[in-house]
């Protein structure tokens, strides 16, 4: 087990142009959750799988973005047409159904130029 | 809905002192609490959490927290500060649904002196 893996971690891209980030969940994990976070802020939930399903979404996750997680094991988040307000750190997390804390991963930076 | 305050965007302290980090939550339910820590460029990292059983919960290197109801609160705190508790800490908080999502504090961000 080697934890929530994330990738890539960091990524440089030009506004307008899209990017899709990958989480690989800790092994049997069955809940996965997206969060960002901005410079000097705590991180803000963006959405939640139990297995496959998307159960949840936040207001903060724009049409531009969206999420999957086929088959209820890694899960990919793309944001469509960046903007410099789009830069910030992506987190993803997952968690067993039978516990209440979440693990992290290394999140991935993204800097919109 | 659920939100938490936290008390002091820095925090300054000398090697050997007493580490005191604030957090206030606001929930309609009996919550379930949380402290994370965060070094440069990395994920999150639980220190220690509150789901209704005792309320001095005491977490990884050396930290404790204690839940108080009263004072809708639950500060952080370390008797006695380590160089490599420098880091940036944040306080959640979840409603204890299925969900489990998170909503966390904007993070005190600890200096250690020499």
Redesign the interface.
Same mark, same amino acid.
């Given at each position: 087990d080697t934890g929530?893996s994330?990738d890539p971690r960091h990524k440089i891209t030009k506004r307008g142009q899209n990017v899709t980030f990958r989480c690989d969940p800790i092994s049997e994990h069955n +809940?996965l /959750?997206w /969060?960002r976070q901005t410079l000097? *802020?705590?991180? $803000? @939930?963006l959405t /939640?799988f139990?297995n496959e399903a998307q =159960? $949840?979404k936040s207001r903060l996750l724009s049409d531009r973005f969206s999420a999957e997680r086929p088959k209820g094991s890694f899960s990919t988040l793309e944001i469509q047409r960046t903007e410099q307000g789009d830069s910030a750190m992506y =987190?993803c !997390?997952s %968690?067993p %159904?039978s516990l209440? $804390? !979440?693990? @992290?991963? *290394?999140?991935t +930076?993204l800097t919109v130029v | 809905a659920q939100s938490v305050t936290q008390l002091g965007s820095h925090v300054s302290v000398s090697e050997g002192a007493l580490v005191l980090l604030r957090c206030n939550y606001s929930s309609s339910v009996p919550p379930y609490l949380f402290w994370y820590v965060q070094y440069p460029n990395q994920g999150l990292q639980l220190l220690l959490k509150y789901t209704s059983a005792a309320t001095l919960v005491k977490g990884i290197n050396g930290f404790e927290a204690e839940f108080k109801k009263s004072e809708t609160s639950f500060h952080l705190t370390k008797p006695s500060a380590h160089m490599s508790d420098a880091a940036e800490y944040f306080c959640a908080v979840s409603d204890g649904s299925n969900d489990y999502k998170l909503s966390f504090g904007a993070g005190t961000t600890v200096t250690v002196r020499a």
């Amino acid at each position: 087990d080697t934890g929530v893996s994330q990738d890539p971690r960091h990524k440089i891209t030009k506004r307008g142009q899209n990017v899709t980030f990958r989480c690989d969940p800790i092994s049997e994990h069955n +809940r996965l /959750y997206w /969060y960002r976070q901005t410079l000097g *802020q705590g991180p $803000e @939930f963006l959405t /939640y799988f139990q297995n496959e399903a998307q =159960l $949840e979404k936040s207001r903060l996750l724009s049409d531009r973005f969206s999420a999957e997680r086929p088959k209820g094991s890694f899960s990919t988040l793309e944001i469509q047409r960046t903007e410099q307000g789009d830069s910030a750190m992506y =987190l993803c !997390a997952s %968690s067993p %159904s039978s516990l209440t $804390e !979440a693990f @992290f991963g *290394q999140g991935t +930076r993204l800097t919109v130029v | 809905a659920q939100s938490v305050t936290q008390l002091g965007s820095h925090v300054s302290v000398s090697e050997g002192a007493l580490v005191l980090l604030r957090c206030n939550y606001s929930s309609s339910v009996p919550p379930y609490l949380f402290w994370y820590v965060q070094y440069p460029n990395q994920g999150l990292q639980l220190l220690l959490k509150y789901t209704s059983a005792a309320t001095l919960v005491k977490g990884i290197n050396g930290f404790e927290a204690e839940f108080k109801k009263s004072e809708t609160s639950f500060h952080l705190t370390k008797p006695s500060a380590h160089m490599s508790d420098a880091a940036e800490y944040f306080c959640a908080v979840s409603d204890g649904s299925n969900d489990y999502k998170l909503s966390f504090g904007a993070g005190t961000t600890v200096t250690v002196r020499a």
